[in-house]
């Protein structure tokens, strides 16, 4: 699939080098899979949904939109992923109720891990004390297309973190996320079957 790789790499001053350096590279190789116009909208609408869900329940602080496009960039990811592994309504959890962070996303597919999801030029954020894996997808949201990066066992996961990546104060005050940045270390895999041994097995690939 050609595209315009342009439209992922516009990331912040502070953390470009290390986007460039590391992400870009990995987004050249990897397969572009696209969202349809109505895929696009049903993950924005649902964001809001859950948002408004969410936040009626006083579970979650915070604005409407911030909350809504979180939401939304998560569908978007467990979308992608969906289509990637030609899984259609296996994977993306279209309900208000989203599972808990130790709850493996993927749990549908017998796969015993999360989906972290992160709009492109930023790191994905992560539980500083992970106990899942995860596969790691980066969205462009302007060319309406997402990258599977590949899995990480939560060891790695949790051993390559960087709270100077971390754009939200919020965030970054309460101590419990920081910014996962060696996505280079993730292990690829094309069918669900791969994806299952790597998770069960905690493999990584060779740097």
Request: charged share 30%.
């Amino acid at each position: 699939m050609e595209e315009d790789l342009d439209g992922w790499v516009q990331p912040k001053p502070h953390h470009q080098k290390k986007f460039e350096e590391l992400v870009y590279p990995l987004l050249m190789e990897a397969r572009g899979i696209r969202l349809t116009e109505d895929e696009f909208h049903k993950c924005r609408e649902w964001g809001q949904k859950v948002a408004d869900h969410k936040l009626a329940g006083g579970k979650y602080p915070g604005d409407r939109e911030s909350l809504s496009d979180r939401f939304a960039t998560g569908f978007m990811g467990e979308l992608v992923l969906e289509k990637f592994l030609d899984v259609p309504g296996q994977i993306a959890d279209f309900s208000h109720d989203k599972p808990s962070y130790d709850t493996p996303d993927l749990k549908h597919i017998h796969v015993n891990a999360g989906v972290k999801s992160v709009n492109a030029p930023l790191f994905p954020l992560v539980e500083t004390e992970t106990k899942l894996g995860q596969v790691f997808v980066v969205l462009c949201q302007r060319l309406r297309i997402g990258k599977v990066l590949g899995y990480c066992p939560p060891r790695i996961v949790s051993s390559y973190l960087d709270e100077s990546l971390v754009l939200s104060h919020n965030v970054r005050r309460k101590g419990e996320k920081s910014a996962f940045w060696a996505l280079h270390l993730c292990s690829r895999f094309r069918t669900i079957d791969e994806l299952r041994n790597l998770a069960a097995s905690n493999f990584v690939s060779a740097v």
